[in-house]
């Protein structure tokens, strides 16, 4: 199992950057993957992008492609989500997800394929 803990959340205006970080505990030597979700009340939670920890291949959702980027330091354990261009339909509770089991891609979309989550961080961008 893997614990981890998301921060950086917070206001931000529209257009202002913000960057999350997740940092990674216990047993971070069986990661595959990380990545980040978000979830606003009453939606499912959606997938904003990931990364693998040894290679660094990404894999982005479309609404975020060119204003997103994910990275990774595996020195500190830590994935970050550098958010440009924030837009008011960003906020959200944004979510830190661990894989464990080895996959042949990047394209890890959906909260099942998953093992390990953050508690959120709330992200509210205001217009």
């Known amino acids: 199992q893997v614990d981890l803990g998301e921060s950086g959340g917070g206001l931000a205006q529209a257009g202002d950057s913000v960057r999350l970080s997740c940092a990674a505990s216990g047993r971070t030597s069986m990661l595959y993957a990380m990545g980040w979700f978000r979830q606003t009340p009453g939606k499912e939670r959606e997938f904003v992008a990931a990364?693998?920890?040894?290679?660094?291949?990404?894999h982005y959702a479309d609404f975020v492609k060119g204003r997103f980027t994910i990275s990774r330091d595996n020195a500190k354990n830590t994935v970050y989500l550098q958010m440009n261009m924030v837009k008011p339909e960003d906020t959200a509770v944004y979510y830190c997800?661990?894989?464990?089991?080895?996959?042949?891609?990047?394209?890890?979309?959906?909260?099942?394929?998953?093992?390990?989550w953050g508690q959120g961080t709330q992200v509210t961008v205001a217009s």
């Open positions: 997800a661990a894989r464990n089991r080895p996959w042949y891609s990047i394209v890890l979309t959906t909260p099942p394929e998953y093992d390990d």
């Open positions: 990364i693998t920890v040894r290679g660094g291949d990404t």
